[in-house]
């Protein structure tokens, strides 16, 4: 009796020894995949986050928040692993309740990085929208910047014209040059630097209705080969402003101008102390601070 007690005493613990090792290794494989889960979980929710750190700022509550499940999450692990390794473990309720657990947090911790990740693609998604708004806005506002910029050159393209067209405008504009005829009675053409008295400027000024009519003042300017002004006194005295700085003439004729066209004669009588010499010669006709015709003439020796 005794030894059949003691054989049925050690089939009972050898059986018992058994269950608790099948339940142990039961324990650490599911121990490894919901750490595998755990860890994948983590993987995912880091790489999300370093691809969209532009949003770290908004986010960080939410970071905050899993930081914490995260790490309640280890110290049950932990607490797993400790109880595993301790040689006196028995097969009670206390490992199971922790996998249990570790279950109910993992699953949490997995439910709160879904409606982040959500929460992220909506928030990027509203941001694209934002910012293709803005670029819309920025196009519509470059039309409006560039139309806005086209009016402003068209209006002072306009306004060119219109001073331009303020401007007195000459046509068939002659230089002869003159000496006196034979007798003093009249003058006649010359080409002899020599024998020159007189330039005769002629010009007929054309029809314009949008310069204001009154007196106009019509210079011309008589330069020789040399660049030097033809002129019968010093600069000072022979000067007109054009553009704000001086500018010498040789002769002057003052006008009346009431919009209609009509012909100018401007005479230039040679001083004895003025020298002229063979070459061609420019003449510029000026009238409110503006060029308005030119011609030209040459005198041999």
């Given amino acids: 009796m005794v030894c059949a007690l003691f054989m049925g005493t050690c089939i009972f613990f050898s059986c018992s020894d058994q269950g608790t090792k099948e339940q142990l290794e039961k324990i650490e494989f599911e121990k490894q995949e919901l750490q595998k889960q ?4 983590m993987f995912n929710h880091e790489k999300v986050k370093s691809e969209n750190n532009l949003y ?13 499940q995260a790490a309640r999450i280890k110290s049950l692990l932990a607490e797993l692993s400790a109880r595993q390794q301790d ?9 199971t309740t922790k996998t249990s657990k570790l279950r109910e947090q993992i699953k949490e911790l997995q439910t709160t990085c879904d409606n982040y990740m959500r929460e992220l693609e909506t928030l990027k998604a509203e941001n694209e929208a934002l910012k293709a708004e803005n670029e819309q806005m920025r196009a519509a506002m470059e039309e409006t910047k560039e139309a806005n910029e086209k009016l402003v050159s068209e ?7 219109i001073e331009n067209a303020k401007r ?10 003159m000496r006196k005829k034979c007798g003093g009675k009249g003058f006649k053409e010359t080409k002899q630097s020599k ?6 400027i002629e010009a007929r000024i054309l029809q314009n209705d949008v310069v204001d009519p009154g007196t106009k003042t019509v210079y011309a300017r008589i330069t ?9 006194g010093t600069a000072e005295e022979f000067s007109f402003d054009i553009d704000g700085s001086p500018l010498q003439y040789t002769a002057k004729q003052d006008i009346e101008f009431d919009g209609s066209a009509r012909k100018v004669v401007i005479n230039w009588s040679r001083n004895d102390n003025v020298k002229v010499v063979k070459g061609n010669y420019r003449v510029t006709l000026y009238a409110d601070g503006q060029e ?4 030209s003439f040459k005198l041999t020796k």
């Fill in 38 to 41: 755990f860890d994948s979980i």
């Fill in 56 to 68: 770290a700022e908004q986010f960080a509550e939410k970071d905050s928040v899993i930081s914490a």
């Fill in 87 to 95: 040689g006196t473990a028995t097969p009670a309720p206390a490992p």
């Fill in 155 to 161: 209006n002072q393209s306009l306004e060119q014209k």
């Fill in 168 to 177: 007195l405008v000459t046509t068939d504009v002659t230089a002869t040059p």
């Fill in 195 to 200: 024998k020159l008295e007189t330039v005769k």
């Fill in 224 to 232: 020789g080969p040399n660049n030097r002004v033809l002129c019968n």
């Fill in 292 to 295: 308005i015709g030119k011609t």
